[in-house]
């Protein structure tokens, strides 16, 4: 039996244009690669969503809908989504899947065993590295040892995505991603924690400006660092003013908010960005929030006061 040790926790996809021909209509579609591996455990009455990964001549991968779905050897039944309802009792055969006439099949056994303990999170059979994009679903499954030291896929109690807002999973492990950057799929069993899957959402990249500038007279200020963050809190783009206070950075459409990390010598630890102060370098308490970047957007320009002219309060 395959040992689900061997797959990387940290999950990577390929969604590289294949869609039907892939390779700019050169590759074509040479097999499915189904979402657990062949030979696997499953314990009885558990329920998997399984999906379907279209390999195409040059190498290439993308997630695809099934056509059609079926099962052999009575080990269950599996919907035409499909969600896989292992049998009630022991029994051996295949999960079969089929896409634009190419099939696709494992080979699983239904044990009553079930799983002991050393429970553990683990991706879809092929995604390897974590790039999800904001398009992307991907099923988790929970895997415990059984008394032979075994693979067997378990049901898990509850499933849970950290940090709270990257994403949400079903009650049958199916994510959801919501926002993008770096976080871990959490799942329990019997009141225990499974050893997490690590996940990596990636969102398109825009750029935009701005200035940071004297609030006195508009004079542009060189050396400041600007950082955007997410709506999790993460760091998605940052930049540095020019001598002219003017600043491009690369950002993720995921943007929310920004503040300043660092001012130079001679400037308070304040900011004002429309009309409202914040505290420079507190991206927990205090940062300023944006409107969604798109493609060279100027932002207002964001203010500074030096030694000589103390700034307000901040708002926050």
Not at 112 to 135: E, H, I, M, W, Y
Not at 169 to 197: H, M, R, W, Y
């Amino acid at each position: 039996m395959k040992n689900l040790g061997c797959l990387v926790v940290g999950m990577a996809i390929c969604l590289s244009g294949c869609g039907g021909g892939g390779g700019g209509g050169a590759a074509t579609l040479s097999s499915l690669l189904i979402s657990i591996p062949t030979n696997s455990n499953i314990a009885t009455g558990v329920q998997l969503p399984i999906s379907v990964l279209a390999v195409y001549s040059n190498g290439t991968k993308t997630k695809v809908i099934a056509d059609s779905w079926g099962t052999t050897g009575g080990v269950g039944t599996i919907t035409t989504d499909g969600i896989f309802t292992a049998a009630g009792s022991a029994a051996t055969g295949t999960i079969m899947a089929n896409y634009q006439g190419v099939p696709g099949a494992v080979t699983v056994t239904i044990t009553t065993t079930g799983g002991l303990g050393s429970f553990r999170v683990v991706p879809p059979q092929g995604l390897d590295t974590a790039k999800l994009t904001f398009a992307s679903k991907a099923n988790f499954y929970m895997v415990a040892k059984d008394a032979g030291n075994n693979d067997v896929y378990v049901s898990a109690d509850s499933w849970s995505a950290s940090p709270s807002g990257i994403g949400s999973l079903s009650a049958i492990g199916e994510f959801t991603p919501a926002s993008d950057g770096s976080g871990q799929i959490n799942a329990t069993k019997n009141s225990l924690p499974a050893v997490p899957a690590d996940v990596t959402i990636v969102a398109d990249k825009v750029s935009v400006n701005g200035k940071v500038v004297n609030q006195l007279d508009g004079t542009g200020i060189s050396g400041a660092t600007i950082v955007f963050l997410n709506a999790v809190g993460q760091t998605v783009g940052q930049a540095t003013t020019k001598s002219d206070g003017s600043w491009t950075a690369s950002v993720s459409t995921t943007a929310a908010s920004l503040y300043v990390s660092s001012v130079p010598v001679g400037w308070h630890a304040e900011f004002a960005f429309l009309g409202k102060v914040y505290h420079t370098n507190d991206p927990d308490l205090c940062h300023a929030p944006i409107a969604a970047p798109q493609q060279n957007l100027a932002y207002p320009n964001i203010l500074l006061y030096d030694t000589n002219s103390p700034p307000p309060p901040p708002d926050c």
